[in-house]
């Protein structure tokens, strides 16, 4: 017996949204391996992200949903980041919205907030549920603006919860605070 599924290409003005592709592995290995992935767990090395990309392609599979890879539609051969819902099956309950541009050279462009205006919408009638979180660490305040752009509100129990002795985030190395989306908030 085989099973199929099928990875959504969504689209905005300037970025199309698809399913990961092996092509991808480099422009992910690069972030991960630089100081650049501090904010997410990096840097690591080039075994663990082939690791963590083959992760990110799987939950599609394990989930139905998972995190799209970003291009230009002018270069939509180069990918600049991963946009979307993680939600690996340990650890963690409730989805996670979450955005990485793996280049600083795309900073600053509005790229992630137009990505997630698009993916979140999609998103609450693939994940069946009507709150998400996004986890950003302390210092990340583009992140920060992202997630207030997009209407989620600061969660200080969760947060506190989760940075606590045996919560999610014990042991990173930065403290994690946690951001709520709610379905229809956005604005």
Request: charged share 20%; glycine share 10%; no cysteine.
């Amino acid at each position: 017996m085989t099973s199929t599924f099928t990875i959504p290409t969504l689209e905005t003005d300037r970025l199309i949204l698809r399913a990961p592709r092996t092509s991808d592995l480099g422009a992910y290995t690069g972030f991960k391996t630089s100081e650049r992935s501090k904010f997410t767990g990096g840097p690591i090395d080039a075994a663990a992200a082939a690791t963590q990309f083959a992760a990110i392609a799987g939950q599609w599979a394990l989930r139905g949903y998972g995190l799209f890879m970003a291009a230009l539609k002018d270069t939509p051969i180069d990918v600049i980041g991963g946009f979307g819902i993680f939600h690996p099956l340990f650890n963690q309950e409730e989805p996670e919205f979450g955005w990485t541009l793996y280049d600083p050279a795309h900073e600053g462009k509005g790229y992630v907030t137009e990505a997630m205006r698009t993916i979140i919408p999609w998103a609450w009638d693939v994940m069946g549920v009507d709150t998400a979180q996004s986890h950003i660490d302390e210092g990340n305040d583009p992140s920060v603006a992202v997630a207030l752009a997009l209407g989620t509100k600061f969660d200080p129990v969760t947060t506190k919860t989760a940075n606590a002795p045996g919560g999610e985030f014990e042991n990173a190395t930065t403290f994690v605070n946690i951001y709520r989306h709610h379905k229809g908030a956005m604005t």
